[in-house]
């Protein structure tokens, strides 16, 4: 089973996770205090009994998110997959929730750790739930790549958050890798990308993830992607592009 290694690890920081964890517990710390305030203005706020309980799930949920991102970031892979895990445990089954998220982030943790069939499981999930998450057929894709022992993730960049988008952990593979055409996995981790840009013409880790593929299939027309990627604003690799001709 391949590795993940992270001896090179970009990560974007929208915010200071550090102190955005304090923010987060003690907003949890807090919570019989916001419990208090909305059954107190039951009345203005509209919610019935019902919806009052699920809304109190939800913002409890969206704290673990939150905090489970930011372990993320920090590199704190094991603790990040205790905190999604109570998030999930947490959030209700409903569209305005948007669970698939939470299946979303802990796919990415479990990428992290090395537990691609797990990994895999969860995009599966979140893809039961919102057919149109394009993010999650190319986090697919990967974890299926590194169902290979001979692919291994070299490094990632961090970019959005529960609070500024879809959580996303971009990974990249080593550049000078080769794969067969016959490995299953790396066929469908091919359909995969192939269907995230079928849904998001625009997404340009798309391209990204599946120029690499093809790359390591050794397809001629791998720079297509990779071009289009950072046209598209995704920050491709120079070393990638060396042997791409405009």
Not at 35 to 57: P, R, V
Not at 178 to 183: I, L, N, Q, Y
Request: hydrophobic letters at 35%; a negative charge.
């Amino acid at each position: 089973m391949s590795i993940i290694t992270t001896d090179t690890v970009y990560v974007t920081l929208p915010k200071n996770y550090t102190n955005a964890l304090t923010d987060y517990y003690l907003s949890i710390q807090n919570k019989d205090n916001l419990i208090y305030d909305i059954e107190a203005n039951q009345k203005h706020t509209g919610l019935e009994i019902d919806s009052m309980g699920t809304f109190i799930k939800a913002f409890l949920a969206s704290m673990q998110i939150s905090i489970a991102e930011s372990k993320f970031a920090l590199g704190q892979y094991d603790e990040a997959l205790i905190e999604i895990n109570k998030g999930i445990e947490m959030a209700p089954y409903m569209k305005e929730i948007g669970k698939e998220n939470y299946y979303n982030v802990r796919g990415n943790v479990f990428i992290a750790l090395g537990k691609f069939q797990q990994a895999i499981n969860d995009f599966d999930r979140c893809i039961n739930l919102n057919s149109s998450f394009s993010v999650a057929y190319v986090n697919r894709a990967i974890a299926k790549i590194n169902l290979t022992n001979r692919v291994s993730v070299k490094s990632y960049s961090m970019q959005g958050g529960s609070n500024n988008g879809v959580f996303n952990a971009n990974w990249t593979f080593p550049l000078k890798v080769s794969v067969k055409r016959s490995d299953v996995n790396i066929v469908s981790a091919l359909n995969d990308c192939n269907k995230a840009i079928e849904i998001e013409s625009n997404l340009g880790y798309s391209y990204y993830i599946r120029g690499q593929v093809k790359k390591m299939l050794m397809d001629d027309d791998y720079c297509y992607d990779l071009i289009k990627s950072k046209e598209i604003g995704y920050p491709v690799e120079e070393e990638l592009l060396k042997d791409c001709v405009r």
